[in-house]
């Protein structure tokens, strides 16, 4: 894969899986996505009050083979855990972003390490936040991908029977003292 791959979207090309409120109903809304590294990507917006963009399909547009957005998917899901996000807009906009199956956002934060508040719509696995343009916005989305999922299961799972052996241990003791003092029979 070559990066940057890039598409553009206007009223004359929306795709129907993207949803547009614009700041001006009289003007022609701009978006356009930047895939700048296989965990970085930049929206461009012009007139663009509130969003809703699917990621995977709108990978499918920047002209990846569909292997290539296949492989951009799967390291997304598995091999990162973070996807560098650059925004540039005006305002205040509202987005809502659908990511691939299998990956989940834990948090949003700003270059400067403050949080962002989100929401997750679990119906679409979409994640919904606000950003607020003094310039562009870096934004660092912490995914909560399936190798972690999986690594804290197993965290727990050893945890628990830790504590299960650690138990038995005590009870085997506590079982065994009547016994050696004369108490049990």
Known sequence: ??????????DVNKPDWMTIVKEN??????FEIVIEAMNKIRFNTDNVEAIVVDLPKAFTDTGLTVGDVNALISFIRFSTDKIYVTIS??????????LPQ????AEIRKADGTLVPFAINMATNSVIF????SSDVDL????????KMVS?????????????YV???VYNVVVKIPKEIGLGG
């Open 140 to 147: 660092v989305m912490v995914l909560q991908n399936i190798n």
């Open 167 to 169: 138990f038995s241990m």
């Open 130 to 133: 606000t950003v607020t343009f």
């Open 89 to 98: 807009g005006s305002g205040t906009d509202v987005y809502e972003i659908i």
């Open 25 to 30: 109903d009289a003007l022609d809304f701009t």
């Open 152 to 164: 804290s299961a197993l965290s727990s799972i050893l945890q628990v029977s830790l504590i299960i």
């Open 1 to 10: 894969m070559v990066f940057p791959k890039s598409v553009v979207y206007h």
């Open 102 to 105: 299998g990956v989940s956002i």
